[in-house]
């Protein structure tokens, strides 16, 4: 009897332990696992993270220099969509912001700190371009100047005194740019050469990409900050 009770007991003890073993192994597969996944998680948002592109002010393709205000700006589509002019990652004319309009859409920048001077728009089909003459010969020096069409930028443009003072902001185009053209300049007020910043597209019906119109010009860049 007491050989059979030993037995039973080494038995009990002996299956005991074969379970802890198998729920041991279980366990630490199962942790394995798991912490496999999360390592290997980590590894591919570190990795995302390092592949993610980078973001510049104005959504521009790349970062400006030091004493450089990034800019990003297009034009308007057809008479649907309204142009966009960014700079320093602040929208200063937009759709959105509601203060875009037909014509010839303006920005003034501050030329020293980047901080929005002035928004306007000048309806070049149904308006008086006396208005715009005026504004333009009351920006002041150092001021940076984007300007961005849309709809019609040049109906109401007949005069070479509205194309002098456009050039003299350091536009080439503007002796150029005729009823239904899309245009977007960046110059400035007191500019010794001509810019850099700006692209025209006629309007063209054998190559418009819309029904009258031809396609959305963006343009984007670094503009020298002005230094005393």
Known sequence: MRIAGAAKLVVVVAIFLLT???????????????????????????????????????????????????????????????????VEDNVLMSGVKNNVGRGINVALVNGKTGETIDTK??????GDVAPFIEFLKSIQDGTIVLMGTYDDGATKYVTNEARKLIAELGSTSITNLGFRDNWVFCGGKGIKTKSPFEQHIKNNKDTNKYEG??????????????QD
């Not at 942790?31 to 390092?50: E, K, Q, V």
């Not at 119109?213 to 020298?224: A, H, K, L, S």
């Open 213 to 226: 119109w031809p396609e959305v010009v963006e343009m984007e860049g670094c503009i020298p900050q002005k």
């Open 20 to 86: 802890f073993y198998v729920i041991s192994q279980v366990f630490e597969i199962k942790m394995d696992a798991n912490l496999g996944h999360i390592f290997a998680r980590s590894a591919l948002d570190a990795a995302a993270r390092a592949t993610k592109p980078p973001r510049y002010k104005c959504g521009i393709s790349k970062a400006c220099p030091e004493k450089h205000f990034a800019f990003k700006m297009a034009s308007g589509a057809a008479n649907v969509v309204g142009p966009k002019i960014c």
């Open 121 to 126: 728009f000048f309806d070049m089909w149904g």
